[in-house]
């Protein structure tokens, strides 16, 4: 039986044969580019004259920078009142190089607050840190190691900025300190409403996050007030912590 040759295998024996000759196919073109990426040095970078195509190149290249503060700050959380600082950084650089460190102390009283920041020279000795200090003890307390929260986004900044402009300050203020992190503005006010007329109160916040400082303020509108807290409340627990309660 003899055997018909179609076209397009006639074709593809004929561009066997003289692979010079151009190969024709009665496929449909298909007209589609694949992304092309060009690699450009710091030095051709600034000679760019257009600000658009500056712009456009600097979005595609920037990103987070690996080695930034924020990921090599370290919260050292539930240490000893008395550890000190240079005491804290010498246990840490046992397992890499310390940048800086700082012990946080009551402004007031002068107690430390039982958590620090440590800051690691990488980011690699920074996460090294926290695998080999986190649920560690120090003098019998048993410590929480983790990197800082990163920096607020707008609408963070936008929240705590409104939260800010509402506070009504007054001569008649108390400071609470040793608050639980779980304590928002709205939970200490309704707590201290209870003891008097509350004008208005804040948690302070660290520099830069939304994370509590563990201590905020309560304003009231007499000096009665402010005496009926103090007696009432101080040393009383809310959300599961003994609070301070003191003039402000």
């Not at 690996?66 to 240079?86: F, Q």
Request: proline share 4%; net charge positive; charged share 25%.
């Amino acid at each position: 039986m003899a055997t018909v040759a179609s076209s397009s295998s006639l074709q593809f024996s004929t561009f066997l044969q003289n692979p010079t000759k151009p190969f024709k196919s009665h496929l449909p073109k298909l007209n589609f580019q694949l992304p092309r990426y060009q690699f450009i040095s710091l030095k051709e970078l600034t000679r760019i004259s257009n600000p658009t195509k500056l712009y456009a190149v600097v979005a595609q290249v920037s990103t987070a920078e690996p080695s930034s503060e924020a990921a090599r700050r370290l919260y050292v959380g539930n240490i000893p009142r008395t550890v000190t600082t240079d005491e804290l950084r010498k246990i840490v650089e046992e397992h890499g190089s310390v940048e800086k460190a700082e012990v946080m102390y009551d402004k007031y009283s002068g107690r430390s607050r039982r958590f620090a920041f440590v800051t690691m020279k990488s980011v690699e000795e920074a996460n090294a840190t926290v695998e080999k200090l986190n649920g560690t003890e120090i003098r019998g307390r048993t410590i929480k190691v983790n990197i800082t929260e990163k920096p607020m986004g707008p609408s963070d900044v936008s929240f705590l900025q409104v939260e800010d402009s509402k506070f009504i300050d007054s001569p008649y203020k108390v400071y609470v300190g040793n608050l639980a992190k779980s304590v928002t503005t709205e939970t200490l006010k309704e707590f201290f409403s209870e003891k008097g007329k509350v004008l208005s109160a804040k948690v302070s916040r660290l520099p830069g996050t939304s994370k509590s400082s563990g201590y905020g303020f309560v304003t009231f509108s007499s000096e009665e007030d402010v005496e009926t807290a103090i007696s009432g409340l101080n040393n009383t627990v809310l959300e599961g912590q003994k609070i301070r309660v003191n003039k402000a």
